[in-house]
């Protein structure tokens, strides 16, 4: 978005969303929207595990102590919740257990972001 903003010379002091800086730039396919099909791709591809057990031992796993003070840190699942809609790593599990089914979701999933 920084880049868009400097080609268009518009100041960080301006009050513009970024969703009107991508409609004056007139870009059609963002490229957030192809990191997270990738990134659901790949998660598909552990979670089934093709990849091999100490993948799916770090997506699935929690580092132990404590953090520091401010926002949580967003996890793999997390993001893989959010994206598939849904609630619990075992839904996502049992869906990505079909390669078929989950390119099907993925692809349905990235269509609804672009629009």
Known sequence: MWCYRRV?????????????????????????????????????????????????????????????IGRPERSWSDDTKQWTHYRTYGEIKQKAESRQKWRVMVVDLWTEESN
């Open 8 to 68: 268009l010379r518009i100041s960080w002091k301006e009050y513009k969303t970024n969703e009107e800086v991508l409609q004056a730039a007139d870009v059609t396919e963002r490229l957030l929207d192809q990191l997270i099909k990738r990134k659901l791709r790949y998660a598909g591809h552990v979670i089934r595990g093709s990849s091999g057990h100490l993948l799916q031992l770090a997506l699935k796993s929690r580092i132990e102590g404590r953090r520091g």
